[in-house]
């Protein structure tokens, strides 16, 4: 599959080109638990991402579940049809050393602005 950056599979040498909002596939490189891919939004700055780490929130299809109440950031519309919500509740930062991650599309800025607003409430 081809990014919208015309990529396949950013290694962690190319995190220059995982900004923030992009809707990602993570891989652990190897196989093993993550085959499949975690669909993920990006969350953390260019900037850091640089560093060779990336903050990630999941997406999850369970829009559904009520433990996600008020973490939960229905997707809408994105640049790769993705459906479901982000889970501002269950970000991880993924060393890219370890995993392959796959730029597939964008989310709107209204949607990354209100998981970031969503991520500073769990902090404050």
């Known amino acids: 599959m081809v990014g919208p950056n015309g990529s396949s599979g950013l290694r962690c040498r190319s995190v220059s ?64 049809n993705s459906m479901g919500a982000i889970l501002v509740n269950k970000v991880r930062t993924v060393d890219c050393s370890v995993f392959t991650i796959e730029v597939r599309g964008r989310v709107t800025d209204s949607v990354l602005a209100l998981a970031l607003t969503r991520l500073s409430a769990l902090t404050q």
Do not use: M
């Not at 999850?60 to 950031?73: C, I, L, M, P, Q």
């Open 17 to 80: 080109l995982i900004n923030r909002g992009d809707v990602v596939t993570v891989r652990l490189r190897g196989g093993g638990a993550f085959t499949k891919g975690l669909s993920a939004v990006v969350l953390s700055q260019s900037e850091f991402n640089e560093l060779g780490d990336v903050l990630l929130a999941p997406i999850t299809s369970d829009v559904e579940n009520k433990r996600f109440a008020g973490f939960a950031v229905p997707l809408g519309l994105t640049t790769c």
